[in-house]
């Protein structure tokens, strides 16, 4: 079975909701502290969101400086799965797992509706179960999530394939605004070099139960349990 | 009188330094002469500084309901599904499979007026600790905000501030907004309202109360450090607001939801895990009000040195430690052989847990700093002893000319038109600029999200739901406080009711002015007379609530506002129903009686520039009837979507209908007949007119029987009046044809409040 260790930060309010949606794909799911340096032979990590320590300072910049997130490094450095949701997403950023920062959103305000993105890889251990250019409806909900980067970074993710996801940008006229945080180049995840590190803005785990009126979500987990990244071409769904 | 036959009190020493207790003193800390007398003869002597200021908390209006206590007990609070009534941290109800639903709200209003981001986010934070204080993890926030006309620039700062407040606390802690309602009003330009709902799950068998037990027992100080923030937070909150409010800002508390965070978890662990015994927020009049009724309540006494509460600075002395409003902080009660592990448990959630007094059997409320007593007051007197008042109540006379009154101006605009004018008014617009800013997804339980009559989530583990609302036309109260306060609580069970779910009961957060004023008090009155008669006919009791008196400022006193916050139970929570119209091809029917009522209209208000008139009588049976059918209807799976008609009348509903949902690509048009549906009704009232107990559905057309032998059974007015689809909502009536495009219709509803608040985000941004 797949063992997935969810980190729990004080402050983290998403590590419920995430550990829910991991079990309910088969997986061995658990909490691990921010004061533990033990994934307990971890398959893959997910840094849920939250407020990791208030978010004081800046989103997940206390967080990078906890006991577990040497672990994660580790784990990382072996090409074990890292996935990053929202503020797991900003500690990736400032633990330097992940490039580029999330700033403030361009319209100031925190932001929480569903937004539309695009898959651009299914080449990681987070998206296997997509479709290259699945379109999927995903809540976001936060503060800072304008994903910026240095020109040549952005040429560097461009050019490397590595945004994962990025917002539908082209519902021009419709009464809600496609990207909910003015990101650069409608970014709304991105990869690391080796493609086992993934962080995103939106909320997978939000979106994984029919009930609850939106289900996209739940490839990010099914693609976990599958347990391996798949190549990057067009493939049938497996949902 | 209750209490002990303790004459007199023991002895108390004034705190070095203290000034001494002077009529001016006591003038200013708002007790009158009778209350004074009345402190002197339940001492036997006159009262330390400290005690003073205990006795200015605990008797404010605030928590003493000096003014409301009688009305507020011909509430029904009593039936089969109550666990807990009035008088705890929040009231609960029974749920299937042994859950039960503990919730409450609260106002925050004097704070939000001078300082909105943090009035507003410290009222959600307060709201939070009272629901987990019970046992139950926060799963849903609500709330009800008031402000004036969004055209003039400080009603905008209010307005962005305590949104922004309410959604930084909330979405930090991770509990979802999943509705609320936001009204607009010349009324509260000085004196804003904001009202903070929490609603939370908890297995019944882990219910604790707050009452203190057990002699000899150990009080533990958990969470932030006191400081002075605060100090007289209470008794702010029962005084008009004046030019001289803006000096109060020091006692506006400072909110850390991060800690509030630590501090719920570390709670709900404590209390799941049997180690306490009880557990109150030091909330409103903090530390005193916190020990001094779980005292109370346990008919035991306590005693507490202010000199162990660990403080944020050097040299407070015991009248500001028992006073201060600082937030994020519990009381905790505890067998001294579990104080250890307490505070093993509260240390793994990174908070202190200090042992500051203990439980005694001589039933006084007994304050040392470092050994010195500087108050001794018998207890349970300091609670219960605080004279209450009759006030007289009448109407004014000019209340009373207004319902007789009729428009003395002709519509702006034509019928036709009036629909986008009423949209456009902020009162009726989406208020998706506000809710977009609370998270309402967290918890992965949301159902139905804010947007719609009533939030809807899913109760995890199990089949069925909760849906929950909170409403109030403060309008209708205004003109006939009885009608309005049967309107608010029918508009609640009448939202709850169309996703599906069977209203169970209600908390009240009644905002009104200074009781003192006969035409006040007959409006708080008559209002909860009506309160009482539609929760008694709908069988939904009073598990609880809020009185916030003396909302008054230079211009004058609010309209009247009973918020009614509600929770209903959907026993099956697929079968929710949404407000809007799913998709081309369905039947489209009205539920209810139209006599095409506009007194009290939005439609009067917005195009005739006229409030006044007599407002709409709620028939309470047909209410309970129509909600009935609702439930039924739902659980069968008849309903493609329900949608109440409230302000604006039937055609905004069925606007609202058409317009869809906050992230609908495009709305769903309709073609209606209504020329046979309110033959005798002219055209305006029968389109905007407010007649209670009506609403909007839709159907697939091959369960018009099977809905329409349903509405026989239960004795509603069912009236099929079309079917949904095309791009234009076109409507025939009194033998015209009226049409409107529901792109042209989605803008307005839209960006009406939007376009008015581009200003604010200028304003904010050019100030940082």
């Known amino acids: ?239 | 009188m209750t209490g002990s036959a303790v004459a007199g009190s023991p002895e108390a020493s004034a705190f070095p330094g203290e000034r001494p207790v002077t009529p001016e003193a006591v003038r200013e800390h708002n007790l009158n002469e009778l209350e004074y007398g009345r402190i002197l003869e339940l001492l036997g002597r006159a009262p330390t500084m400290t005690e003073l200021g205990v006795f200015s908390a605990l008797w404010s209006e605030h928590c003493s309901y000096k003014h409301s206590r009688p009305v507020l007990r011909t509430f029904p609070t009593t039936g089969p599904q109550v666990v807990q009534g009035p008088g705890e941290n929040a009231g609960v109800l029974r749920l299937p499979g042994g859950w039960a639903v503990a919730f409450k709200i609260e106002s925050h209003n004097h704070p939000s007026a001078v300082e909105p981001y943090q009035g507003a986010a410290t009222g959600v934070g307060g709201i939070l600790r009272d629901v987990f204080t019970m046992g139950a993890r926060p799963v849903a926030l609500l709330n009800s905000l008031r402000f004036g006309p969004l055209d003039h620039p400080r009603n905008r700062y209010l307005f962005a501030g305590v949104v922004r407040g309410v959604g930084d606390y909330g979405n930090c802690v991770g509990v979802p907004t999943l509705g609320g309602e936001v009204a607009f009003a010349p009324g509260y330009t000085g004196n804003p309202l904001v009202n903070a709902m929490c609603v939370g799950l908890l297995r019944e068998s882990d219910l604790i109360r707050a009452a203190a037990e057990g002699v000899g027992n150990v009080l533990l100080a958990v969470g932030a450090r006191t400081g002075r923030d605060g100090i007289h937070g209470a008794s702010f909150a029962s005084e008009e607001l004046s030019e001289k409010s803006e000096a109060r800002r020091p006692q506006v508390q400072v909110g850390d939801p991060f800690t509030e965070k630590l501090l719920l978890e570390a709670s709900l662990e404590l209390i799941t895990s049997g180690l306490i015994v009880a557990i109150q927020d030091m909330g409103a009049a903090g530390l005193t009000s916190s020990s001094a009724e779980m005292a109370a309540r346990g008919g035991v006494g306590v005693e507490i040195d202010t000199g162990l509460v660990p403080t944020r600075e050097e040299g407070m002395t015991p009248y500001e430690i028992l006073l201060s409003e600082s937030q994020e902080r519990m009381l905790v009660v505890a067998t001294p052989t579990r104080v250890a592990e307490v505070q093993r448990v509260c240390e793994k959630w990174e908070l202190s847990a200090t042992p500051i007094g203990r439980v005694t059997d001589d039933g006084i409320f007994r304050v040392k700093h470092h050994g010195l007593t500087v108050a001794a007051i018998p207890g349970q007197r300091l609670v219960d002893d605080c004279p209450i008042y009759h006030p007289e109540a009448r109407e004014s006379e000019e209340a009373r000319s207004r319902r007789s009154a009729v428009p003395p101006l002709p519509p702006k605009v034509d019928l036709q038109n009036a629909l986008e004018l009423l949209l456009d008014s902020p009162n009726i617009a989406s208020k998706r600029w506000v809710y977009e800013q609370y998270d309402s997804t967290v918890q992965a339980s949301t159902v139905l999200g804010p947007g719609g009559d009533a939030g809807v989530l899913r109760v995890p583990g199990t089949d069925f739901g909760l849906a929950v609302t909170v409403d109030c036309n403060a309008r209708l109260v205004a003109l006939d406080p009885y009608e309005g306060g049967k309107a608010a609580v029918a508009e609640a069970a009448r939202n709850v009711a169309c996703t599906g779910a069977r209203p169970l009961g209600i908390t009240d957060c009644l905002n009104f002015g200074n009781p003192e004023k006969p035409d006040v008090f007959f409006q708080f009155r008559e209002a909860c007379r009506g309160i009482a008669e539609a929760c008694a006919a709908f069988d939904t009791p009073v598990t609880g609530g809020n009185v916030s008196f003396y909302n008054e400022s230079p211009t004058g006193a609010i309209d009247p506002t009973p918020a009614i916050g509600m929770v209903g139970l959907l026993e099956r929570v697929e079968r929710r129903v949404p407000s809007h119209f799913a998709a081309p091809g369905d039947d489209v029917l009205i539920l209810g009686t139209t006599r095409g009522e506009l007194g009290g209209s939005a439609y009067w208000a917005e195009i005739r520039d006229f409030v006044g008139g007599r407002v709409p009588s709620v028939d309470l049976e047909a209410e309970r009837r129509l909600q009935e059918f609702l439930v039924a209807a739902a659980g069968r799976g008849l309903l493609r979507s329900a949608h109440d008609a409230a302000e604006g009348g039937l055609l905004v509903a069925l606007a609202e209908a058409a317009i869809g949902g906050p992230y609908a690509a495009s709305g769903v048009g309709a073609v209606l007949d209504l020329e046979r549906y309110a033959p005798r009704v002219a055209l305006e009232g029968l389109l905007y007119g407010e007649d209670a107990g009506r609403v909007v559905l839709s159907a697939d057309p091959a369960d018009g029987a099977a809905l329409a032998e349903l509405a026989r059974a239960h004795a509603v007015p069912l009236f099929r009046a079309g079917r949904t689809g095309g791009s234009a909502l076109e409507l025939r009536a009194a033998s015209r044809v009226l049409s409107w495009d529901v792109e042209a219709l989605r803008r307005p509803y839209f960006e009406a409040i939007p376009r008015r608040m581009q200003h604010a985000d200028a304003e904010r941004s050019a100030g940082e």
């Not at chain 1, 969101?49 to 004081?56: A, I, P």
């Not at chain 1, 917002?167 to 709304?188: F, L």
């Open chain 1, 1 to 239: 079975m797949l063992n997935v260790a969810v980190v729990r930060f004080p402050g983290s309010n998403c590590d419920f909701d995430t550990l829910r949606a991991a079990e309910t794909v088969g997986a061995n799911a658990y909490v691990v502290w921010h004061g533990d340096t033990d994934l307990r032979q971890a398959d893959a990590v997910i840094l849920p969101g939250g407020f990791s320590y208030g978010d004081y300072l800046r989103s997940g910049a206390i967080a990078r400086f906890s006991p577990v997130m040497q672990a994660v490094q580790r784990h990382a450095a072996d090409g074990g799965a890292v996935l990053g949701i929202c503020n797991g997403f900003q500690i990736l950023c400032e633990a330097h797992l992940l490039p580029g920062v999330l700033m403030r959103n361009a319209g100031l305000h925190f932001v929480s509706k569903p937004v539309d993105v695009t898959v651009e890889r299914t080449d990681t251990p987070f998206t296997g179960d997509y479709a290259v250019g699945q379109r999927l409806r995903l809540p976001v909900a936060h503060g800072d999530g304008r994903f910026l980067a240095a020109a040549d970074t952005l040429r560097m993710l461009e050019a490397e394939g590595r945004v994962v996801l990025r917002y539908v940008a082209d519902t021009e006229g419709s009464p809600y605004q496609p990207n909910p945080n003015g990101s650069a180049a409608h970014i709304a995840g991105i990869r690391n070099a080796g493609g086992n590190v993934v962080g995103i803005m939106p909320h997978p785990e939000r979106a994984a139960d029919p009930v609850l009126g939106l289900a996209d979500g739940r490839g990010f987990f099914t693609s976990m349990a599958a347990g391996k990244p798949q190549p990057s071409t067009a493939k049938v769904l497996s949902r």
